[in-house]
């Protein structure tokens, strides 16, 4: 089957701007999370969702940042009024169920904030 | 709190010879510990995970509770083994044992 997919691809925007990041996950995995991967930073985990809840949003670095997910299926990360500092790969990652025993990633979305 | 620490940013070796990259973490309760593998132009992937004690591609991970490590080690790396690797953590039980915690990468390149 299909794996984790995200669009789009890459991703460039002016300072202030909104843009929206969309993850498709594994179909059946009810366990959804996202990372942001930055140079010299590694991968910060930013979400996670089980089911459409959110239990855990501790990663959102600014309230500029948010998520949902609907149907148990797509979600979508948004970020508002960008800042330079928001540039980054940002990751998807789907499981079977909450526990982290493998977690799928998509090839995540490039971000260029200017 | 919990945290990962792999020392090493890059590390090169030549073809054939042995690799050991190095991960420590920093964790209260009793770790699931992962390493994923990110090759050129490819999505990140797990490579092992400790409780599964496998060898995947001639890789294998041995969890140290009292030196509190996970060091991965191929014996014979090869040209192909050339990518970035991420040592990760998550808790097992509790609250929180469903996030990765990852540790900074280190980018291994295999020389002919």
């Known amino acids: 089957g299909a794996g984790v997919s995200q669009s789009p691809s890459n991703k460039v925007t002016e300072k202030g701007k909104d843009v929206e990041l969309r993850c498709d996950p594994i179909?059946?995995?009810?366990?959804l999370y996202w990372y942001r991967q930055s140079l010299g930073q590694g991968l910060e985990f930013l979400i996670y969702f089980q089911g459409n809840s959110a239990p855990d949003k501790s990663g959102l670095p600014s309230d500029r940042f948010s998520a949902e997910r609907t149907g148990g299926s797509v979600s979508t990360l948004t970020i508002q009024r960008t800042q330079q500092e928001d540039s980054a790969v940002y990751l998807c990652?789907?499981?079977?169920?909450?526990?982290?025993?493998?977690?799928?990633f998509g090839p995540g979305t490039r971000l260029t904030v200017t | 709190a919990q945290r990962v620490t792999q020392p090493e940013k890059l590390l090169s070796v030549f073809k054939g010879a042995p690799v050991e990259l190095k991960c420590n973490y920093s964790y209260s309760g009793s770790p699931e510990l992962f390493w994923y593998v990110q090759y050129s132009r490819q999505r990140l992937q797990l490579l092992l995970r400790?409780?599964s004690r496998e060898s995947i591609k001639g890789f294998t991970a041995d969890l140290n509770k009292g030196e509190t490590s996970f060091h991965l080690k191929k014996p014979f790396a090869q040209e192909e083994d050339s990518a970035m690797y991420y040592c990760a953590l998550s808790g097992r039980g509790g609250g929180s044992n469903y996030k990765l915690t990852f540790g900074k990468g280190t980018l291994l390149t295999v020389n002919p």
């Open positions: 400790h409780i």
């Open positions: 179909s059946g995995h009810t366990a």
């Open positions: 990652a789907s499981s079977l169920d909450r526990t982290p025993t493998e977690q799928y």
